[in-house]
């Protein structure tokens, strides 16, 4: 998995600082992996812990997240 590289922000204004500090806690510092696979849904059972996994499946983008052994997905457009 590649890791997006670090930049110094202390010189960008004071809204994007608190954009990009947002957007690290959302993804949780880099901790989440995200899967990638062409298959309409993930081909394995939930796990309990956090999992997420895009599918790229024909004209369809969907995320997959796992919570507490269940899936549930969002559909993208492509743009």
């Known amino acids: 998995m590649a890791k997006i590289q670090d930049y110094d922000l202390t010189k960008e204004r004071i809204p994007l600082q608190e954009f990009v500090d947002q957007v690290r806690s959302i993804i949780n510092n880099g901790n989440f ?3 990638v696979t062409a298959a309409a849904s993930p081909s394995y059972a939930a796990p ?20 507490l052994g269940n899936w549930y997905y969002t559909t993208f457009a492509q743009l």
Request: glycine share 4%; net charge negative; charged share 25%.
């Open 33 to 35: 992996e995200i899967e």
């Open 48 to 67: 309990d812990e956090t999992k997420l996994v895009l599918s790229l499946f024909g004209a369809q983008y969907r995320l997959y997240i796992s919570y």
